[in-house]
């Protein structure tokens, strides 16, 4: 059954990441189980629960592995800001590629498949493609 194999995918990662994080801050893996279960906490609260050293920025996270690093206060360091992705968008730079993907015909075969949820769809050999009329 597919839904007990995922059940027990999510509880083996889950009980992985239990045990990384009781690792990581000293704790117990049943402590860690008892305030985790899937919550997200916030800074203070996640203090509180014991999850998180301190509070603080970006300047403060910066000291904090610097000094893990072993890292003297008068080295100069780089900071590399890798920015935010934009996900599949990053892919199409240009609108002269959006407009040729219009045309593409496994676009419009998607486009198709997502109009028509719930109607048969046609099975593809690899290596295929759909032929569609505008």
Request: hydrophobic letters at 40%; glycine letters at 8%.
């Amino acid at each position: 059954d597919e839904r007990a194999k995922i059940e027990i995918w999510i509880r083996a990662h889950y009980d992985d990441f239990v045990t990384r994080v009781a690792e990581g801050r000293k704790m117990t893996k049943e402590d860690v189980d008892k305030v985790g279960q899937g919550r997200f906490y916030a800074g203070v609260d996640g203090r509180k629960a014991g999850l998180v050293d301190d509070i603080g920025g970006m300047m403060m996270a910066l000291d904090f592995a610097r000094k893990d690093a072993g890292i003297a206060d008068d080295e100069e360091i780089e900071i590399l800001e890798i920015p935010r992705s934009r996900g599949l968008m990053s892919l199409l730079p240009l609108q002269t590629t959006v407009d040729k993907l219009a045309d593409d015909p496994v676009i419009q075969y998607i486009k198709t498949m997502a109009k028509n949820p719930y109607e048969p769809v046609p099975v593809l050999a690899p290596g295929s493609y759909p032929m569609f009329e505008n």
